[in-house]
């Protein structure tokens, strides 16, 4: 299967508005008591199990090779959130939020320093608008952006979240993106459960499995399996940099669906942000060079 880039970038997009939904069954989960490494890590089983149940056969013929390429893949993604979760305990959600999203702002930049790739000069313009749309956001103008402890575990996440898209959209784009998606799901699911038994086997016992088990059903069969198989198959067909601002929409999507169900109230702050985020996707999404020469063709 070969995807167009508009099509790479259409799947994409399609992963941020399942992941900016699957803050609602999060959320849902959390509130009945499960934690945070719990959820990580049966979402994970689901997706490796599924993928195994799908796709057995190139499971089975999997080189040492790809193995290699997908265990770094899920290594990466594992230390990425369980970082970002433990921050979060530190921290503010909206400081978390914005400072995740540095991720955007760093993917050029590791882009040009392992691949001599030069970001083009819109990148700035986009980068440049979509931290501002962030900053908007998650309200930081009107309550300050002070760091805690937690802050630079989250920007250490950060990091690791921009690592993750150059390691997708390059290395990892080499080989069959059910092999990523099945190694992305084992290690999730071993790590989280691993750090689950370790640090949070003590509030097992306040669990409310009748109301979490849905939710992180939802979230191993449609987030993971759904949407991170969808962010593997676009990142083969697409650019980096585009990818993370794309991808970064997650948290507009997410503020939209928590607006619907009512976790929150429609603000200025989300109106403004939100737009602002957009713009900057269609800078990266359009070809303003092309543009213009169409334009001047017309013309004469």
């Known amino acids: 299967m070969k995807l167009t880039k508009n099509q790479a970038n259409f799947a994409l997009t399609l992963t941020a508005i399942i992941w900016g939904a699957g803050y609602i069954f999060s959320k849902q989960a959390t509130n009945a008591h499960m934690p945070a490494g719990l959820i990580n890590g049966i979402r994970g089983l689901i997706y490796a199990v599924l993928v195994g149940v799908f796709f057995p056969k190139i499971l089975r013929n999997m080189t040492k090779k790809e193995f290699k390429i997908g265990l770094i893949a899920g290594l990466i993604n594992l230390a990425a959130y369980q970082l970002q979760t433990v921050g979060l305990i530190y921290t503010t959600p909206g400081n978390n939020a914005f400072l995740t999203a540095i991720y955007v702002v760093l993917i050029p930049f590791i882009m040009w320093i392992v691949f001599h790739d030069a970001p083009a000069p819109k990148s700035y313009l986009a980068i440049t608008i979509c931290v ?23 920007i250490a996440s950060a990091f690791l979240y921009a690592v993750q898209i150059v390691y997708f959209g390059s290395v990892a784009a080499t080989i069959n993106p059910w092999i990523v998606a099945f190694m992305l799901g084992a290690v999730q699911g071993i790590g989280g459960m691993l750090w689950s038994f370790a640090v949070e086997r003590g509030g097992y016992g306040a669990i409310n499995w009748h109301a979490a088990i849905a939710p992180v059903l939802i979230l191993g069969v449609v987030s993971s399996f759904g949407a991170q198989s969808l962010q593997l198959i676009g990142q083969k067909f697409t650019d980096p940099t585009p990818a993370g601002l794309i991808m970064m ?12 169900f009512g976790f929150e109230p429609f603000t200025t702050n989300l109106l403004f942000g939100g737009l602002l985020i957009l713009i900057a996707i269609l800078i990266m999404q359009l070809d303003f060079r092309k543009l213009f020469l169409q334009r001047h063709v017309k013309h004469d």
């Open 132 to 154: 501002l749309g962030m900053l908007i956001l998650t309200g930081v103008f009107q309550h300050g952006l002070t760091m805690h402890y937690g802050d630079l575990l989250v």
């Open 249 to 260: 929409t997650e948290s507009v999507f997410g503020s939209l669906f928590s607006v619907l």
